[in-house]
């Protein structure tokens, strides 16, 4: 900031520029000639000391003449004066006038006056004189006196001195200027090497105005990288595991593909940090591009890849977990006599179908009006504070952004209310209860991460530091609540506590059938009971046995036929007043066929 005041209006001047926030440590104020020490003294402030300390590190650029040989003797001539040489009608001068060192503009007023006399010396009046003046050309108090045909100080010579203004040893009661350089057209900026005191009192020198940029540390980066690749690795250490173990009993009946579909979704979704932490520090503009798409083209890929990598993952994970709960949801909690199975492919087309949707949502954004990165320029009061690059987008962008968001929370409220329904079935089958636990970690770090985006877009740091958050908790929290828990039930329990799971399950199935043939018959309808299997068999089986009917109603039931899926596996001894109706654990592995579904 380049400052040209008076004395008397100064510090005021700097005290309301420190309140705006434009004056202090991180900027840079030149003051002129018209700037001097006395700035600070008693009788222009109320506050000396304090003014001092306000001042200190001021660099004060003037004109001088005061390294000239010309300067040292006009010094020389002033010391040695005497107000006897000074008599006149205008002022009086005493022997104080001489005693201090002249002011450097007065080696300027001395040589102006030299040029008029020697301009009219000859006694030339109007246009001559004012001719001769222009042709003035010596070696003067202030250096070479040359002037232009405007009549101005040739600018060749003219010299200029850099001061550095501090407070001084004594307690910080009074100023000292250091000499920090000088300047020339002739011979440029000549600094002494004298180290520079700041605004502040600091010697670390502030930002330059193209530097000054809100780039992501690169500490916080590479740590950023190393939690996201760790996080990577255990999911990596998971799927040996689901593979390793995919025998099981307890992996079977979990369904593997959707847990390695859940492992997959979630990895997608963490790479999205490696994007997102990509700023311009790394790229340099394209030469002739203005702010906008195109500008820095790397990084408008990294801020498309950040939401297709984040989305696509979130609903690769999460709609595995909904999918796979909503099967043994379907499968336990029905209350039909024939439900039909329902094939593989059928439930891995729900899955793909979210996809499908958030795919198609992207690629028309990406198409009609993708992301891109700009620089943000912060100004006060048309200073150049701050320089910030995000992601940005326009109206029609917004607009694709609130799909996205708004699809993403319905999944999650779906996958809630889902795990309402399952809240009774035993985690073997459906781990209802982890996976609550992990949408309900999803719900409260995406609310996190829309709050903290408001407050801190602005803040490069913060905002990667709400990504980070949003992201890695969200899925590493997935992928622990899931696995974990299985992986300690299996080390544990073996194979052993799925006899007490299936039990629970027919009993949460037999629930549900007669609640529903309550609500629907008024209590009249059949109602279902538990039943001892053949010899041989290892599952409990549901019996269904005729409630009493009303006096009008028709006592006689006909047969039911069992359907080709019960036939197949042996189960639904059908029979005129009876239906036999059982729950396996078929039902629940990942074979694609529901055999015997209630």
């Not at 006196?145 to 407070?167: A, H, K, M, P, Y």
């Not at 990895?267 to 997102?276: D, E, N, R």
């Not at 929290?477 to 073996?494: C, D, Q, S, W, Y």
């Not at 006909?558 to 042996?570: D, R």
Request: aromatic share 10%.
């Amino acid at each position: 900031m380049v400052a040209v005041v008076f004395d008397v209006d100064a510090v005021a001047l700097f005290r309301e520029a420190q309140v705006e926030g434009i004056y202090g440590p991180g900027f840079v104020w030149i003051t002129a000639d018209a700037t001097t020490t006395s700035a600070v003294e008693d009788g222009l402030v109320d506050d000396p000391a304090g003014s001092r300390a306000l001042v200190e590190g001021l660099l004060n650029f003037y004109v001088s003449s005061s390294g000239s040989d010309g300067f040292v003797r006009f010094k020389e001539a002033w010391a040695s004066a005497q107000p006897s040489d000074c008599e006149n009608s205008v002022f009086a001068a005493d022997a104080s006038l001489f005693s201090a060192e002249p002011f450097h503009v007065a080696a300027f007023a001395y040589d102006c006056m030299v040029a008029v006399a020697v301009a009219v010396s000859n006694s030339t009046r109007g246009a001559a004189a004012y001719t001769a003046f222009l042709a003035t050309d010596f070696d003067g108090a202030s250096g070479k006196v040359s002037l232009d045909v405007n009549g101005d100080r040739d600018t060749e010579s003219v010299s200029f001195v850099l001061d550095n203004w501090r407070r001084s040893d004594d307690g910080g009661q009074g100023l000292s200027i250091v000499r920090a350089g000088t300047f020339s057209l002739a011979a440029g900026l000549q600094l002494t090497g004298e180290p520079l005191i700041w605004l502040g009192g600091g010697e670390e020198k502030p930002l330059d105005l193209a530097d000054a940029a809100s780039f992501l540390p690169l500490g916080l980066v590479y740590a950023f990288y190393s939690v996201t690749g760790a996080g990577v690795a255990f999911a990596f250490c998971c799927a040996v595991w689901l593979f390793a173990k995919r025998a099981t009993r307890l992996v079977k009946v979990s369904q593997p593909a959707f847990l390695m579909a859940v492992l997959i979704g979630s990895v997608v979704s963490m790479c999205s940090i490696f994007p997102a932490m990509l700023d311009n520090q790394f790229f340099e503009p394209v030469e002739g591009v203005q702010e906008g798409p195109g500008r820095f083209p790397p990084l408008d890929v990294a801020c498309n890849a950040q939401v297709w990598l984040y989305s696509l993952g979130f609903l690769c994970s999460v709609g595995s977990l909904l999918i796979k709960l909503w099967r043994i949801t379907r499968i336990v909690t029905n209350t039909k006599v024939v439900l039909p199975p329902l094939p593989a492919w059928q439930l891995y087309g729900r899955v793909g179908a979210l996809l499908g949707v958030q795919l198609v949502v992207l690629v028309t954004w990406a198409v009609t009006s993708p992301l891109y990165y700009a620089v943000v320029v912060d100004k006060v009061h048309g200073v150049t504070v701050d320089r910030r690059g995000s992601c940005q987008t326009d109206g029609v962008g917004m607009v694709f952004l609130a799909i996205t968001v708004i699809f993403v929370l319905s999944v999650l409220v779906y996958g809630n209310w889902l795990c309402y329904r399952a809240r009774e079935i035993p985690v073997q089958y459906a781990e209802s209860k982890y996976i609550a636990f992990a949408l309900a970690n999803h719900l409260q770090t995406k609310s996190f991460a829309v709050l903290a985006v408001i407050f801190t877009v602005d803040v490069p740091t913060v905002l990667a530091i709400v990504k980070f958050i949003a992201v890695i908790v969200s899925d590493l929290g997935t992928i622990a609540l899931v696995f974990i828990p299985k992986m300690v039930l299996l080390h544990h329990e073996g194979s052993t506590g799925m006899v007490g799971a299936r039990e629970k399950l027919t009993q949460v199935a037999i629930r549900a059938w007669n609640k529903a043939g309550e609500e629907g018959t008024g209590g009249a309808g059949p109602r279902v009971t538990t039943d001892t299997r053949p010899t041989g068999s290892s599952s409990p089986s549901l019996r269904q046995q005729p409630r009493p009917l009303a006096p009008s109603t028709n006592t006689a039931t006909a047969p039911v036929a069992a359907s080709a899926s019960e036939q197949q596996h042996g189960g639904g001894a059908l029979c005129s007043d009876a239906v036999s109706i059982e729950v396996e654990e078929t039902d629940c592995e990942s074979d694609g066929v529901e055999s015997s579904e209630v």
